[in-house]
């Protein structure tokens, strides 16, 4: 059973562009919620999405948008890419819960730098 | 708002030397407890749930434990292959599907 995949692994840019990163759910996960981990920080929620739409959005400005289609799979894509945004790029899945919580499981991240 | 607060920020240990790692949270009605475990470069790997003060869960040499305030991740007679950041996270009700990590807790076991 294939857990979480992400791709790149790695990832270089320059400031201004704009980069798109992708992931797998884990087998029979339907949600997807995305992370961004500085160096030495614990990981940041940047959205979740859940039948395709963004249900949930942490305190990411509008350069940081996403899609979900309906294989699960998900993008997010970062435009104007400052210096800033350097970071690990994680991804979680889960199975959507009405009750109780939803264990989200990670993905091995991708590696962003921006020069 | 959701807060999660760990300590130490990194602890030193001599092979089978047990301690516990401290994980202080504020959420308003807590949904669920996170333990994670994560390698340099490498993506969280998940340890533990728990849902409510009293719980314990164990795996090999980890016992994590759970009260209204606090979480604690105990580590008996620990290996070098123990050695990672530990990151524990809270999911709150009012903050829906929203996990709020701490910035985790290096350990490092010396043989």
């Given at each position: ?22 992931c ?10 995305w992370?961004q981990?500085?160096?030495g ?29 309906p ?7 970062v ?21 109780g919580t939803?264990?989200q ?7 962003l730098?921006?020069? | 708002?959701d ?14 030397e ?19 475990r994560?390698?340099p ?10 849902y ?9 040499r980890l ?8 979480s ?11 050695s990672?950041t530990?990151?524990?996270?809270v999911?709150?009700y009012?903050?829906?599907s ?5 910035s985790?807790t ?6």
């Amino acid at each position: 059973d294939a857990g979480v995949t992400q791709s790149p692994t790695h990832l270089i840019k320059t400031r201004g562009q704009q980069v798109t990163l992708r992931c797998s759910p884990k087998s029979g996960h339907d949600t997807v919620s995305w992370y961004q981990q500085a160096l030495g920080q614990g990981p940041q929620f940047i959205f979740q999405y859940y039948e395709e739409e963004e249900r949930q959005r942490g305190n990411f400005p509008d350069r940081f948008s996403g899609h979900q289609f309906p294989n699960y799979s998900s993008e997010l894509n970062v435009n104007a890419l400052l210096l800033g945004d350097s970071a690990l790029y994680l991804c979680a899945s889960s199975v959507r819960r009405t009750s109780g919580t939803d264990t989200q499981y990670f993905g091995p991240g991708t590696r962003l730098t921006v020069l | 708002e959701d807060q999660v607060t760990q300590s130490p920020e990194a602890l030193r240990l001599q092979e089978g030397e047990s301690s516990s790692l401290n994980c202080s949270y504020t959420v308003s009605g807590l949904r669920g407890l996170f333990w994670y475990r994560q390698d340099p470069g490498k993506g969280p790997e998940f340890l533990f749930t728990l849902y409510s003060a009293g719980e314990e869960k164990e795996k090999e040499r980890l016992k994590a434990t759970l009260t209204k305030k606090e979480s604690f991740l105990h580590i008996t007679a620990p290996k070098p292959e123990d050695s990672a950041t530990y990151l524990c996270a809270v999911q709150g009700y009012s903050s829906a599907s929203k996990i709020i990590f701490g910035s985790g807790t290096r350990l490092s076991i010396r043989p």
